[in-house]
């Protein structure tokens, strides 16, 4: 019997405490109170302490707000450190998914695995996603600069902005500016991707 991508998701807490210690790391480089951090995230300052506690369980969109808030990759929130090994093997049943709070498993079927970020020339995350059928997701904007290029490998997405409306298959590539609103929805599902994030040289 098959499993949906939300329920081969790991436990939802599994991420608590990276993220924990480090968002109370990059908060404290960066100088920021939880209130003034929570103010450029446009999250309740309850919410921040919670999170930064142990104790939130944040979805994707309130990790990425606090990445871009802080000036920092997504994933600086859920790992130590970057690789800096010369070869890097990620295999596909690593414990890399990154754990959906309940309203990301409401919003719809959506696993994201972090695979790399790497910082030792153009500093780039790369991510793998599984869409269910009819899944739709709506993304706010990344850090500023920041462009997406995203390779599908399997089914067919719609990808749109308020600039762009764009339908790419299996074995099309799509790049664009992420640093905006944009939305995904599945045409022919489900759908697999990878998508590399390029940061912008000051990020």
């Given at each position: 019997m098959s499993t949906s991508p939300a329920e081969r998701?790991?436990?939802p807490g599994s991420a608590a405490q990276p993220i924990a210690r480090n968002l109370r790391r990059w908060r404290t480089a960066r100088g920021l109170t939880l209130s003034a951090l929570a103010e450029q995230a446009g999250i309740a300052k309850s919410t921040v302490s919670l999170?930064?506690?142990g104790q939130g369980n944040p979805s994707i969109d309130t990790v990425w707000a606090l990445a871009s808030a802080l000036g920092v990759p997504f994933?600086?929130?859920l790992h130590d450190e970057s690789p800096n090994e010369d070869v890097v093997v990620v295999?596909?049943?690593a414990d890399s998914v990154i754990g959906l709070d309940e309203a990301d498993l409401r919003a719809g079927g959506l696993v994201l695995r972090h695979m790399l970020?790497?910082?030792g020339g153009a500093l780039i995350e790369i991510f793998?996603?599984?869409l269910d059928e009819g899944a739709v997701r709506h993304a706010n904007a990344h850090v500023s600069g920041l462009f997406e290029h995203i390779l599908v490998a399997e089914g067919a997405v719609e990808f749109s902005s308020?600039?762009?409306c764009e339908v790419v298959r299996q074995g099309d590539l799509i790049s664009f500016r992420a640093d905006r609103p944009h939305s995904y929805r599945v045409i022919d599902g489900p759908v697999r991707l990878f998508s590399i994030h390029?940061?912008?040289t000051l990020a």
């Open positions: 998701t790991s436990h999170i930064e506690s994933a600086s929130l295999r596909e049943d970020t790497r910082t793998a996603a599984v308020e600039s762009f390029e940061y912008p």
